[in-house]
């Protein structure tokens, strides 16, 4: 049961990489090209998901989406990696002070919804697919960073690295070679379940306008796009909508998978 | 700037324009039986003021809605005549210098103080006054040079030079008179609308959230109606209420669903919905003043070539664009004034630049922008034909459409779309565009000017986006505002208009057109010049 | 009457692919203990639950006969299971801290136990719960009732606990390693409580791998191993007189059960190690308190006391992982402490760690070749040497090569602590710091790890600081003994003279709270001394 | 005492730390905060540019226009909206009680619907649990403002149950709340349920079925208690979800409120309104952390002397 689901989800993702890598193969169409005289078209054999208000296929589209979608999530869930990785290794490697200051700074940032302060960080990258991937990435940093350190001082305190210094391997070697890679690995699980999060959070800001801007095939600024004709063409907003909602799941299913089996490796 | 951030205004004299299908008086069916003197009507519109102070703001929305608190000296007619108001005649100086305003006696603010000429001349002050950071009242007063208070209901206003649209201009909301106390209170207060807001107009001002609602009461004591406005006396209804609701379908299913009994900016494609519904009928108008047009940026690196600026003009297949987006209601524009502009459209442009992809692909080929990327873009030394056109908003299905036909001819329309009016408005100022597509609605032709008036550059506080700095230009448009004969003044917009198109420094693209929904058990509500709601005669059947 | 007899009982679990308990077979009497002995995972709980239908949703259980209180419970369902637990059989688990609800009060806990069979009416349950604490000997029992578990210390909990479970006047009560949680001198206390229990009538199945506890308490014993009871008899007769080839091994790997090593002389020559005035505060309370100590060449040290004496703490400063707030320590008569880390660095191959859980102290990502080589690699010895070492090493400490590529996960108990130890001798050093190197293995793993330290000891001379908690590993292993308190050394001295005629009252009762092994360690001991 | 002052004055630091943070955040921001007083198409002369500048304090020293700043924080006036022209804690406290109501509305409806169905799926059966487990994965994945365009679509435009905007009534909160409510009901169920049957795996569940009682009293009277405890930790993520969720929640459903004011005022680059709303959550997030402190208290008696409040 649970292999079917896995099976499928990770199906569903191989298609999606593919739409992201070469959408050509599954859509030859070009997803800006307008047709004034098509508009509106609701689903049939020639626009299997209709065609939206300026005549565009909507499933060109959805096809062509999966590459900016998939694009902010994952830039954004490693851009938020790197800066969690450095500020969290910082804060548990500086001493009590640095420490202090960097886990301070880190706990006024998660007294923010995460939304708002993805939004300050549009405020000042303006709008846009690297705007929005960058709030997306800072947004998450913080919490990863409070992960990250709280790993690194249990992998530092731990009795390897205990070992390690008992045999008088220097300090950065030790770092290296046990401190960082041991903070990593549970770190990389964390970010694949939070890859669905981060796409999904892009696409709500391209949604709220700040991110992907028209005509820009991104799933979330076709809702937005779609909103006003939902008595018209619901297939509109239906189809991007419905890949958004796949995306995130078999993200999420591939993701649990990855974290049962990283703490069965673990704790056994 | 989308239509409907753009400010109305209206046309000195005679109305010219009658346009075809055009349903401007409500009423809906047959006779009405006696018309109710209570009842509330709720009314739905699209944007909210950001402050209510209609000396200050330049939101076309906040003329709208102070309109029934604030009266004005003048008022204009739905067809665009001038007629006494709160002042009961005027004279004009025979250089159109001066105009002195002799005012009703019977006045009354909603607070109780008396209209008299001190009140007109503190309005007149306060709008001018440096620390009111006026938005658009003070520039409608142009070469404005001062106030004086000729006797207790005589006032004179004297301009530098002749000024014309002046007259049309006290018309405006924007020059509403307010009660002379509240401009004391402060911009905080007079921002906030609530009882910041204190006129002599037909309603007084109600209760108020952010967001959400504004409420309106009757003013029982209003007597001072102009001529035209169809009722005299107290106002028909109880209550307004205006809501605030941006998004479209919503706004709409507000109307079908009856939470709202009318809703202005009903967009095209959901007329049909309306039309097709038993209870519902649709008043429409077309908006006077500047058509929705394309401004080409004459000073920037690709349109100072008038080939490019051609090829763009022509490569636009508008007719079809037009009856796409908006589903055959919207008429093309050829001139870019409206048809219903007083007194200056020149309807012999018709017809005379239709859409030649083939031309603009000669003419761009001349210009040396015969490369193409990968896409299908046009290139010149490996640079791409890309057209900047900032928006203050969201980008338009309108202008989606036109960028998904320029497409088709090489030329990438690029859409910066934004809120941030720190990131637009220093593009405009800096001149780091290549079009700015907008509307700018207005009954004078005087709006050209606005336009292409050689010191109206963004920078100046004025909308000549197509940098136009042509003296022979200059030359027309002051003569048109030195003219107080219509004939002379439209003869003179006709050349503006004309060498606009010619020069292709515009591209008019679709007349603005109001569409209001509304119950059938709304009555005699009209759309006004503005082509905005009148709701003084306005009244709702009992059900 | 037999208050519950079994026959023939099988527990399976997991679809049956797990067969827990094969084919036991025993009964219990009111007044009488029978023990289940056994290591970890040999079946006694599964068996000690069966009993109460507890088995847990995944098991299968069936059997040849299972009568409890007179009634035949195999085809019990779930009310009529109900109506047995609390009433007939009362469960004492391990640890109280958990084994109790955390978020109520004891009393709302024993009330529940009270209300279930409603043995009292609600009004009266208060006054039943003062009774009932009373009984097993907490003091201010009404105040106590209102408490919550953590409020309570280890011996309260327990107590708690039990009154919980002979509530409702069960005729048994299944104690499931009843103390193992708890200090020595904690623990004989609760075992005095149950055996008085057991004088008052209550029939008992004690479980426990502590052969000790066993013996203060059982009158049968029946031995597990995998699924199966090997051996069953009165308690002298077993523990005297075992017949059954593991019970025989088991007995021989307790602690204590074994002859002492016999040492040399006392070795001699210059201290490796002086300690000298060492005090180390942590936010206000001061773990160690002034210390000073020597241990030279081929001795090794035990250092005994219970949790939060100090002891780990102290080590950390002789390793050089802590910095002593005051006094020092030399090491082969340089300055340890106080010195910058870099200053160190060379020197500290000559003191390693042989860690209390060897799972937490190797980099779970490496294999056990990386493991020892990072060591070797750590004190010089080039690359190309290292896996001939790392073969030579393993081979000292009992593995064999064909583990190199495992990672610690897939590595038994045992076998983690044999690669930790190979790991301490890499660097090749001159003194081993055991810190409880043997608590977290099972018994017989105990004595074989106890058995590789000592060999090691004796073949290279290496001296050791030996910290436990479990007074008969230190009298098995060490030569001289201190005796930790609340940061301080209360007593030190030979471990025979120590052990024999202590002097402190503190030393005097930690030991004589160990449940010794009354017929057979104490009088070989006795007869030694 | 100590205790309580020792948390207000830590609480302060936090809002402090946050206001600071966003007071940074925002002088990054390229380009003349002017054009966000005046609007982008409004005839303004240059002069009128500078003037605007000294009204708003925008002439002077960074350093002075932050301790300003802190000065008005302190004193809870947050200086004049550049769009509104109002006071910020004016235009915030007319916002606040729209969506004071929707986040209050899905604080009780979201853990009502996750202990609901915590209970209702953690029997013996296991087919109940896994359609839960499926249901939330889906709620979970749905970004809400797709749900709420569905949700509109289907119940107002559609059906026409509901009103399509706010009118005010109890009815227009249904579908809002709704959108905001469900994703974090199904992560709570998530959590709450793998809280219960971690509870029901403990020795101290063994405990009480060794008592005699009946399973339903073991899930009851001790495990739901437990489920509760790693729920509460979600708390700081609760309200970041909440006030986020408001955002998208209120442009969804054209409802006014502080998260349409936000989205606004990012847009327009309204910075003293931005601020104002960063500062708020902070104080919003502190509130709610203490709360939850006291909350634990009263779950996890534990936890009670460190928080003082007393045992019950």
Not at chain 2, 55 to 60: L, P
Not at chain 3, 47 to 74: C, I, K, N, Y
Request: hydrophobic content about 45%; some cysteine; proline content about 6%.
């Amino acid at each position: 049961m649970r292999h079917v689901g896995v099976v499928t989800a990770a199906a569903f993702l191989l298609l999606l990489v593919v739409a992201a890598l070469f959408p050509r193969l599954l859509a030859a169409g070009d997803p800006t090209a307008t047709d004034p005289l098509a508009t509106f078209l609701p689903p049939d054999s020639a626009h299997l998901f209709g065609t939206d208000q300026l005549g565009r296929d909507v499933f060109t589209r959805v096809v062509h989406g999966a590459r900016h979608s998939l694009a902010i999530g994952a830039a954004a869930t490693v851009g938020g990696l790197l800066i969690a990785v450095v500020w969290g290794l910082l804060a548990a490697l500086s001493g009590r002070f640095g420490d202090a200051v960097l886990m301070r700074v880190a706990d006024a940032l998660l007294a923010l919804p995460g939304l708002l302060l993805a939004l300050l960080v549009v405020l000042i990258t303006g709008k846009g697919v690297v705007g929005a991937t960058l709030a997306v990435a800072v947004g998450i940093a913080p919490g990863f960073a409070r992960v990250v350190r709280a790993q690194a001082l249990v992998v530092r305190r731990s009795g390897y690295v205990e070992a390690a210094i008992g045999l008088g391997v220097p300090r950065p070697l030790v770092v290296l070679r046990h401190v960082l890679p041991n903070t990593f690995g549970p770190l990389l699980v964390l970010a694949t379940v939070t890859l669905g999060v981060s796409i999904s959070t892009g696409a709500a800001l391209s949604y709220l306008g700040l991110g992907a801007q028209p005509p820009t095939p991104e799933w979330g600024a076709m809702l937005t796009e779609s909103q006003g004709f939902l008595h018209l063409a619901w297939w509109a907003a239906l189809f991007p909508g419905l890949m958004l909602v796949l995306t995130v799941i078999a993200v999420t299913v591939a993701g649990r998978h990855a974290q049962n089996r990283s703490e069965g490796r673990y704790a056994s | 700037m989308p239509p409907s951030r753009a400010v109305l205004a209206a046309a000195v004299l005679i109305a010219l324009a009658a346009c075809g299908t055009q349903n401007t008086g409500g009423g809906g069916g047959g006779q009405a039986a006696k018309p109710a003197t209570s009842g509330t009507l709720t009314h739905a519109v699209n944007e909210e003021p950001d402050c209510w102070d209609p000396h200050v703001s330049a939101q076309d929305v906040t003329s709208f809605l102070q309109r029934p608190v604030y009266d004005s000296l003048v008022y204009q007619t739905p067809d665009g005549a001038l007629e006494p108001w709160l002042a009961t005649k005027w004279e004009i100086s025979p250089d159109s210098k001066a105009y002195t305003f002799t005012l009703r006696e019977d006045v009354v603010f909603h607070d109780g103080a008396k209209l008299d000429a001190e009140a007109v001349k503190a309005n007149f002050d306060h709008i001018t006054a440096k620390e009111t950071n006026s938005q658009y009242a003070a520039g409608l007063l142009g070469p404005y040079k001062g106030v004086s208070v000729v006797g207790p209901y005589q006032v004179k206003i004297e301009f530098d030079r002749p000024y014309v649209p002046f007259l049309q201009a006290a018309s405006t909301t924007a020059l509403g008179i307010a009660s002379p106390a509240t401009l004391k209170a402060g911009p905080d207060k007079l921002c906030a609308a609530g009882d910041g807001s204190v006129g002599s107009g037909p309603f007084k001002s109600g209760a108020y959230v952010r967001g959400q609602e504004r409420t309106y009461t009757k003013n029982a004591a209003y007597d001072w109606a102009p001529k035209s406005a169809g009722h005299t006396g107290p106002a028909r209804l109880d209550t307004l209420k205006v809501r605030f609701i941006g998004e479209e379908a919503t706004r709409v299913g507000a109307l079908t669903s009856g939470q709202v009994d009318t809703a202005s900016a009903i967009p095209a494609n959901q007329l049909g919905l309306l039309k097709a519904d038993p209870n519902l009928q649709v008043l429409d108008k077309q908006v006077p003043g500047a058509v929705n047009a394309f401004y080409l940026n004459t000073k920037g690196a690709l349109f100072s070539d008038v080939r490019v600026r051609q090829a763009f003009q022509r490569a636009i297949d508008i007719d079809t664009l037009v009856k796409s987006v908006f589903q055959g209601l919207y008429q093309r524009a050829w001139s870019p004034l409206s048809p219903t502009t007083p007194a200056s459209y020149d309807a012999s442009l018709e017809n005379t630049w239709p859409p030649d992809p083939a031309l603009a692909a000669k003419l761009l080929d001349e210009a040396g922008w015969t490369g193409r990327d990968a896409e299908g873009y046009r290139t010149k030394d490996g640079k791409r034909l890309t057209v900047v056109a900032p928006i203050y908003g969201e980008a338009s299905t309108f202008s989606q459409a036109v960028q998904g036909d320029l497409k088709k001819s090489g030329i990438y329309l690029e859409l910066l779309a934004s809120t941030d009016a720190i990131e637009i408005g220093g593009r405009l100022d800096e001149g780091r565009y290549d079009v700015v597509e907008l509307s700018w609605a207005r009954g004078d032709g005087d709006i050209l000017s606005h336009f292409f008036f050689s010191d109206q550059t963004s920078k100046n506080s004025g909308h000549n986006f197509a940098q136009v700095t042509d003296p022979q230009v200059d030359a027309w448009l002051t003569a048109a505002q030195t003219a107080q004969e219509p004939a002379r003044r439209a003869a003179e917009y006709a050349k503006v208009q004309k060498w606009a198109i010619e020069n292709a420094v515009v591209v008019p693209t679709y007349v603005d057109t109001q569409n209001l929904g509304a119950s059938k058990k709304v009555r005699d509500l009209r759309l006004g010049i503005s082509a905005h709601p009148e709701f003084y005669g306005a009244w709702v059947e009992a059900p | 009457m037999s208050l519950v007899e079994v026959a023939d009982l099988n527990v399976r679990f997991a679809a049956g692919r797990v067969h827990a308990v094969r084919d036991a077979s025993l009964r219990l009497e009111p007044g009488r203990c029978l023990a289940l002995v056994g290591e970890s995972g040999s079946g006694k709980s599964a068996l000690a639950r069966s009993l109460l239908g507890l088995a847990g949703p995944t098991a299968t259980v069936t059997a040849g006969e299972l009568r409890v209180a007179g009634q035949d419970a195999r085809d019990f369902g779930p009310r009529e299971w109900r109506r047995v637990r609390g009433r007939h059989i009362g469960l004492v688990s391990q640890d109280a801290l958990v084994a109790l609800d955390p978020l109520r009060p004891i009393g709302a806990e024993i009330t529940e136990s009270l209300l279930a069979h409603r043995t009292v009416p609600r009004s009266g349950a208060r006054e039943r719960v003062v009774g009932l604490l009373t009984r097993v000997g907490v003091p201010d029992p009404e105040e106590r009732a209102r408490q919550y578990v953590h409020q309570l210390s280890g011996g309260l909990r327990q107590r708690a606990l039990i009154a919980s479970a002979i509530a409702a006047g069960p005729g048994i009560l299944i104690a499931d390693e009843p103390t193992t949680a708890l200090d020595a001198a904690v623990q004989a206390r609760v075992l005095a409580l149950l055996d008085e229990l057991k004088q008052q009538g209550t029939g008992l199945l004690l479980i426990s791998h502590d052969l000790a506890v066993v013996e203060a308490l059982a009158d049968e014993v029946a031995v597990m191993r995998h699924g199966v009871i090997v051996e069953t008899g009165p308690a002298g007769r077993v523990l005297d007189d075992p017949r059954h080839a593991y019970t025989k091994e088991l007995l021989a790997a307790v602690p204590g059960g074994r002859p002492r090593a016999s040492r040399g002389r006392p070795p001699e020559g210059e201290p490796l190690l002086d300690v000298t005035g060492v005090v180390k505060r942590f936010a206000g309370r001061t773990a160690v308190a002034g210390v000073d100590f020597t241990l030279r060449p081929g001795e090794t040290l035990g250092l005994v006391g219970e949790s939060g004496s100090g002891k780990t703490t102290l080590a950390r400063v002789v390793l050089g992982m802590a910095r002593p707030d005051e006094g020092s320590v030399l090491l082969g008569g340089e300055p340890w402490s106080g010195v910058p880390e870099r200053a160190r660095r060379a020197r500290r191959h000559t003191i390693q760690l042989v860690p209390q859980d060897p799972l937490s102290a190797v980099d779970p990502r490496w294999p056990v070749s990386r493991i020892v080589g990072e060591a070797l690699a750590a004190t010089g010895v080039p690359r190309a040497e290292r896996a001939a070492r790392t073969e030579v090493l393993l081979e000292r400490v009992g593995l064999t090569a064909d583990l190199l590529d495992r990672r610690p996960a897939a590595l038994s108990g045992g076998q983690r602590q044999r690669v930790a130890i190979a790991r301490a001798l890499a660097p090749e050093p001159r003194l081993l710091v055991c810190d409880e190197p043997v608590s977290a293995l099972d018994v017989s793993v105990q004595a074989q790890v106890l058995d590789l330290l000592r060999r090691l000891q004796e073949e290279l001379g290496l001296a050791t600081l030996f910290i436990s908690h479990d007074l008969a590993v230190v009298r098995e292993v060490c030569d001289r003994v201190m005796v930790m308190k609340d940061g301080v050394v209360v007593e030190s001295g030979p471990v025979e003279d120590v052990f024999a005629g202590p002097v402190h009252p503190y030393t005097k009762s930690l030991l004589d709270a160990v449940p010794r092994r009354a017929r057979t360690a104490r009088e070989p001991a006795q007869e030694r001394l | 005492m100590r205790g309580v002052l020792t948390r207000l004055v830590s609480a302060a630091l936090v809002v402090w730390a946050a206001a600071t943070c966003a007071f940074l955040v925002l002088q990054l921001i390229p380009g003349d905060p002017v054009y966000a007083v005046v609007g982008s198409d409004a005839l303004v002369s240059e002069e009128q540019h500078e003037r605007i500048r000294a009204e708003y304090g925008l002439d002077q020293p960074l350093v002075v226009q932050y301790l300003n700043y802190v000065a008005r924080l302190a004193t809870f006036r947050f200086g004049d909206s550049y769009q509104l022209q109002q006071p910020v804690a004016t235009v915030l406290a007319d916002q606040l009680w729209p969506t004071v109501q929707l986040a209050l509305a899905a604080t009780v409806l979201a853990p009502l619907l996750a202990v609901g169905v915590t209970v209702a799926t953690s029997g013996r059966r296991n087919w109940p649990r896994r359609l839960s487990a499926a249901v939330e994965l889906v709620v979970v994945s749905t970004p809400s403002f797709w749900l709420g365009i569905m949700l509109l679509t289907i119940f107002s435009f559609r059906l026409g149950w509901l009103p399509v905007s706010e009118t005010g009534g109890v009815a227009s909160l249904v579908l809002p709340t709704i959108t905001l409510a469900l994703p974090i009901a199904a992560v709570l169920t998530q959590v709450m349920r793998e809280g219960l049957l971690a509870a029901l795996d403990q020795p101290f569940a063994v405990t009480a079925r060794a008592r005699g009682v009946p399973e339903t009293a073991v899930r009851y009277r001790h495990a739901l208690r437990h489920s509760a405890l790693p729920a509460l930790t979600m708390a700081g993520w609760f309200t970041g979800t909440l006030l986020g969720g408001a955002v998208i929640v209120e442009n969804v459903f054209a409802r006014p409120g502080i998260g349409r004011i936000t989205l606004q005022a990012v847009g327009d680059r309204d910075l003293p309104v931005v601020q104002g709303v960063v500062a708020l959550s902070a104080v919003v997030f502190v509130a709610v952390s203490v709360l939850v402190d006291v909350l634990y208290a009263v779950v996890d008696p534990r936890l009670r002397r460190k928080t003082g409040v007393q045992a019950i």
